[in-house]
């Protein structure tokens, strides 16, 4: 089976259970300023685990695009990928373990066809400090399905340290293997936040143990002999204090791996082999007359295609490349993938046809990568070529160094990798052929590491208290949000909308197309429009209606974003006159009014340009 056939299985398998098919949202989340990408199926269905009604019912079901910026030192390897897509479904209050479970084992059995018997299952093995019960129904429910194939289906309880003794299928682990939340085991949880234990669901694709990741495999073992293909959450849980108290009505959270249910449907261990990662492979062996399969440049082939796709769908959701937030890791992304083009003797252009290659496989279900297909190709041009002449004044440096002979130290390297953007793999592999030594890898990993820890802290200062955690200065000014974006037409044009959004307790913040730089007067006659409308006491109003309607109402749309049929609708006034109407998941303010209690003020307090053609606006209430 193809990528797209195993994709429509699973919609059409769920479909048939009552869920409704909604599109992936963008890569880029709207108003989540938490995190960079959408990195999972569940991120965009948050609000809806916290009470908001899904506009289409209690039961979704999707294929999202998502992208892990953390894993791009691991690609290279047969399973780890930067962007992959994650199917879900989703039960928000309705079914719960005594469906999901059974309709898992269907799908991946009969729909799928995968060999039971290369099947194996991990459940939560419960925190008594935390008075949070082991998840013996879920075992006990795998354990009949599987005893309906003949299969002996014995229960392991400490995998990690004992292994896998004969007939264990089913494996329990404790908070960090088998709890979910967004933040991680249960003991991590702010107030507040929802999570529940999840039953994983490995393939065994019979590969040899590496013994580098431990004495013992097992089926949570990251030497890629078992691996994951999908994790049923059950969301029953929120903190509350020190303790965990059940929520209301249960919910179930199921991602899966797309790329590795394809894997497994092959046979074969290497998410490089299946259709959508081989028209790049193939690509690129013609271009490079290297082959695949030789172990010298079976990396470089796995990073370039990787990088490639990932990047493409970046651009065809907005995405520009530059120094700060999602801009650097896609500058990151496409200046990796040449350097490992230049490994594999390929010049100028590959990216380019690489890309060609990646729209044509996802176009038809993500129509937004053809209709972007020029401006991705030009901004992969331009980038190469920026790269390229960065490479040179790199390499200058590098001489520098390199004449001084003897020891390359950390500093040195670590100075070429962020000042000039010199890879640091490159620095090593120059020092091998010129005879010179450099310094431990460990002392540049750890200066890495210790610049990434600082740029990673200031992100979490940058963005505390988002609009994830809805705290109610973050809803005024993700009201004040609507209320600049229609001010900004009103004074610019109707040709202006938005290019990305980030809002904090402490401030609100817009990117908007617009082709130059704002005046005092153009600035200052936008705040007088957003007061204006504060002060005159708006209601803003939710509207659940069909798609289409809303788009004759005038709505705005989110970049790069498709919507399902029925969507939800925020006006600032009443639908058949509003001041401002967008699609929108919310919360909001009730009122206008509201934005200015204490006698507070919408101020802009910085304008600037962040790409051709793209401004950014801080703006305050206060």
């Known amino acids: 089976m193809t990528v797209s056939e195993i994709r429509q299985k699973y919609l059409e398998f769920f479909h048939a259970r009552g869920h409704v098919v909604v599109p992936s949202v963008s890569l880029v989340p709207q108003n989540d300023p938490t995190t960079l990408f959408t990195g999972s199926g569940m991120q965009p269905m948050l609000p809806y685990f916290l009470g908001t009604p899904h506009p289409l019912g209690t039961r979704i079901t999707d294929s999202q695009k998502a992208f892990r910026s953390q894993d791009i030192e691991e690609v290279g390897d047969n399973r780890h990928t930067t962007f992959f897509e994650m199917l879900g479904n989703w039960s928000f209050g309705d079914y719960f373990k005594d469906e999901q479970i059974p309709w898992m084992f269907q799908f991946l059995t009969q729909e799928l066809k995968l060999d039971v018997s290369k099947l194996y299952i991990s459940c939560y093995k419960g925190n008594d400090e935390l008075g949070i019960p082991r998840d013996t129904h879920s075992a006990g429910l ?9 299969l002996e289906t014995k229960i392991g309880e400490d995998p990690e340290r004992d292994g896998m003794r004969t007939g264990e299928r089913i494996f329990y682990y404790g908070d960090k293997k088998n709890w979910w939340s967004r933040a991680g085991a249960p003991q991590n949880m702010p107030e507040g936040e929802p999570g529940g234990p999840d039953t994983e669901m490995f393939y065994d694709f019979g590969t040899p143990h590496d013994v580098q990741f431990g004495a013992v495999c097992h089926v949570n073992c990251d030497c890629g002999r078992f691996v994951e293909i999908g994790n049923n959450v059950f969301m029953e849980y929120v903190k509350k204090g020190a303790k965990f108290e059940k929520l209301p009505k249960p919910n179930v959270d199921f991602g899966g791996g797309l790329e590795r249910l394809a894997a497994a449907v092959l046979g074969k261990g290497d998410v490089f082999l299946i259709d959508t990662m081989q028209v790049l492979i193939i690509e690129l062996a013609a271009v490079s007359g290297k082959q695949y399969d030789n172990a010298q440049y079976q990396k470089s082939f796995r990073i370039v295609a990787d990088h490639a796709r990932a990047a493409t769908f970046m651009l065809g959701d907005g995405v520009i490349p530059g120094n700060t937030d999602q801009g650097y890791v896609l500058r990151r992304l496409i200046r990796r993938a040449i350097r490992h083009l230049d490994t594999l003797g390929v010049g100028e252009g590959t990216l380019i046809k690489l890309s060609e290659r990646v729209i044509a496989a996802y176009k038809d279900q993500y ?12 901004a992969l041009r331009e980038e190469e070529q920026q790269f390229r002449k960065t490479l040179l004044v790199g390499m ?196 206008t009014k509201e934005l200015g209690e204490g006698g507070k003020k919408f101020i802009i307090k910085k304008e600037e340009a962040v790409a051709a053609g793209i401004r950014r606006i801080k703006a305050v209430l206060e």
């Open 396 to 591: 200058k440096e590098f001489e520098k160094v390199a004449a001084r002979g003897g020891t390359i130290e950390a500093p040195a390297i670590f100075n070429l990798y962020t000042t000039y953007g010199f890879p640091i793999e490159m620095t090593e592999e120059l020092a091998k052929e010129r005879g010179l030594q450099i310094s431990s890898g460990a002392t540049v990993a750890r200066l890495v590491q210790e610049h990434q820890e600082k740029s990673r802290s200031g992100a979490a200062q940058k963005f505390a208290g988002g609009l994830a955690d809805h705290a109610e200065q973050t809803i005024r000014y993700h009201t004040a949000h609507h209320l600049l974006l229609k001010a900004l037409q009103m004074v610019l044009g109707p040709e202006v909308h938005q290019r990305g959004s980030n809002i904090t307790s402490e401030r609100l913040r817009i990117d908007f197309s617009s082709p130059g730089k704002m005046t005092k007067e153009q600035i200052a006659e936008v705040e007088k429009i957003v007061n204006t409308k504060i002060a005159e006491s708006i209601d803003v109003i939710r509207t659940d209606m069909k798609k289409d309607e809303a788009e004759k109402l005038g709505a705005e749309h989110e970049f790069g974003a498709t919507y399902p049929d029925t969507v939800s609708i925020y006006s600032v006034g009443p639908l058949n006159s509003p001041f401002s109407i967008e699609f929108c998941g919310g919360p909001h303010v009730k009122n």
């Open 367 to 378: 129509h937004e990568l053809d209709a972007a297909h020029v401006g991705i190709q030009d």
């Open 142 to 150: 795998w354990q009949g399905l599987f005893g309906e194939y003949g």
